[in-house]
């Protein structure tokens, strides 16, 4: 009840000053008396634990205008916080029901609303009052980023995409990162759904708002492979590159798949050769230049690349990779340390994340396209990339 008294005596008593000062300036001591009855009336019901008719009672005596409908939205804010959902929404639905409210303070309890609504789960609701808002011109970037947001969580890509490039045209913000992986999300559905043509046509949508959009990429060179395109499946993955080296680590195996497929395996190892050359401690190249060498019965010179990569770029992955070919032949099978290097490796890979969001820190296993932490599309990246 303490945190009753709290929330509501500060408004209770800043719209009764407002009010009574009106009432002053206008010599209207009834209506001044009454706002007083009101007050105490409304400290009646929370003492008496009654806080829902303490907020019947003070909306209702108290003439709503510019002069206290701060006050209001200030305790609706403040209920909305406190996770009392519904007893915001009557507070804000309040406000908008008087008539004497500038066109400014309207689109804020509008907006306002369509926040409780959001966190009520009501998103009919909330987009219904976020578009009331747009049509009055008011809070217009807030009230887009609340619209782009609702629409994400409905999964309502086309819309998403409407908004996001209203917010560019209002705001100037950059969303063409984000309306790329909205495209990607409709060519997803729809590849899922055999529809080869629309996939095409949403992939070249999100490439032409971003070039740079990797996963838009990674499609092509998905749906290039279904088809048995081998080339041009190669030629998407090795464009990752150029969009954002970060992701060499998620083309590496369909690449070699690509290149097994047309018996160009010594032409993945020249390209793994360059791109190591162009990006000194990519742990991901190491690791596949081992590989590939091992594949080919060269264990010696496998061995070898490994420890001096691990000289000059140490990670648990290479070491890892040089503990798998064996023990060395000039150190005993059962030899004490060399076995417990291996289980401290395996223990530090296990323990690794994977993935982190360069923007919040999320680590993770798995790559998401649009961060679980702060939901932002394109900031989780593999972590297996050196500098």
Known sequence: MIEWLLLLLPVAAASGWLAGKRSAETVNADSHSQLNSAYFAGLNHLLNEQPDKAIDTLLNALKVDSDTVEPYLALGNLFRRRGEVDRAIRVHQNLIERPYLSSSQRGQALLELGLDYMRAGMLDRAESSFLEVLKRRSHIGITLRQLLDLYQQEKNWHQAIAMAQKLHEESGEATESMIAHFYCELAEQHWAQ???????????????????????????????????????????????????????????????????????????????????????????LVLARAAYLQQRGEQKEARYFLIEQLRVYPSVEALQQLLALGVPEDIEAASEPWSLIEEVASRLLKAKLNYVCGFCGFGGKYCYWQCPGCKRWGTVKPLAVGT
């Open 194 to 284: 055999k529809k080869a043509v629309e996939t095409t046509r949403f992939i070249k949508q999100a490439l032409a708002s971003d070039w740079r959009c990797v996963r838009a990429t990674l499609l092509q060179s998905s749906l290039a492979m279904e088809k048995g395109d081998y080339k041009r499946a190669i030629r998407c993955l090795r464009q990752v590159e150029r969009q954002d080296p970060d992701y060499l680590p998620e083309i590496l195996k369909p690449l070699s798949e690509c290149y097994q497929y047309l018996e160009g395996q010594d032409k993945f190892f020249f390209w793994l050769t360059e791109a190591s050359k162009r990006h000194p401690g990519c742990t991901s």
